[in-house]
């Protein structure tokens, strides 16, 4: 479909002679308009992997041809200066992709936090008119970690639950109201989640029946680099855990810090080889030091992804990805990162723990699964000395089994391929 941003911005008759054509177009049909809900965006500003997400989702809408909206909900801080300056942060992130005509965020204040509506919400985007348009027609929501709630949920025609944190989300629904009673459908990231056999089905019974994607990345954004000058392996990520799931009467600590335990050795083990850990800690926090003297490098992610630009750039100067897994590698549900996806789209290698998802990938896919220091030694060893070959799989796997269209499709149902 041909891209009209530039003329519906001067032109508002173009603008409707547009949705008119959107609203005809045959994969439109069933699903109107399709929001993509999210709520951990515009709130963390400074974070250009989380921005990342719910991209990859709106770019692959955009390649198929749907009247999309990408639906931000941010709560209040209860201080007007940091509200301002973060929707001044998301709306430059969304000028950059030409995103600028396909957004409606809602800031919702912090009294109506557990009661969110759209009467109460102030409104920047689309206007409060546009929105009810597009609502009073055919329309879908991919609601991403149920990121949309009651009642503002029940405004939407069909609604679509996307799990990214299959093990959580699977864990709270079967101790609470969730979100199972207010969608039709269901999906998750965890690819494993059906097998009965795996230990988080023990810890989380299932109490919808569940679907599973790949998590997204749109291949056309995110294309194969040259290798890089130094044989360098990163991540991005957070060093501490904050969930609280109760396995066996205890709380166990699921954090990148207790993960990256058992690889504490590591950058000694692979000579010539850096390391980098971009993870978020207070300059004043000790466990800096721990980490620098264990050989990891530590970028600040504030600094090297603070905007989906640079988190892009960091990956593209980066041979490959060497990350620990926090809870879903002890829970065995399939679970693969959008950073991984994001990694084999740019050709990058990943040398990850195993989650369950490996008999879901390819045969050569570019990842490796790996449970010790040592294991992890060799796998960084192969990557280097076989680069050339590995990158060519990394960049087929992305696009057979992570590129956003045909995810998408699958999500939506029999759209036209």
Known sequence: MINKRKSLAVDPRAWECWRIAVMSHPSASRHGTVFVG??????????????????QWVLGLRRMGVDFIWLEILMSTRDPVRDAANIRAFQRRLREFELSDHYCLLLIDAADAKTPSLEKAHFHGLTRRELADRLAGPNTLLNLSSSVEMPLLETFDRRIYCSLDPTEMCFWMSRMELGQSTHHAFWTIGLATNDPTIPMRR???????????????DTTLLVPAPRPRRNRFTTVGQWYWDGCLEVD????????????????????????AQFDLGIFLHP???????????????PRPEIIARTPRRYYRFIRDSLAEFTPVKLEASMGSGWLSDRAAAYLAIGRPVVTEPT??????????????????????????????????????????????????????RILGDLPS
């Open 203 to 217: 810890l989380a019974p299932l109490v919808v029946d569940w679907k599973t994607f790949f998590p997204m990345v």
């Open 356 to 409: 369950g998802a490996e008999p879901y990938l390819p045969e050569e896919s570019g990842m490796f699964f790996v449970r010790t220091a040592e294991e992890a030694a060799e796998a960084c060893q192969r990557v280097i000395s076989d680069w050339p070959r590995l990158s060519k799989h990394a960049r087929s796997a992305a696009v057979e089994c992570f590129d956003s269209v045909p995810n998408l499709r």
């Open 249 to 272: 009467g205890e709380y166990p600590d699921f954090s990148k810090k207790q993960a990256l335990a058992k690889f504490s050795g590591l950058p000694d083990l692979v000579p010539g």
């Open 284 to 298: 004043d926090d000790p466990e800096i030091d721990h980490v620098r003297a264990g050989g990891w490098g530590r």
């Open 38 to 55: 999210s709520s951990f965006a515009a709130k963390y500003p400074e974070g250009g992997g989380n921005f990342s997400v719910p991209l």
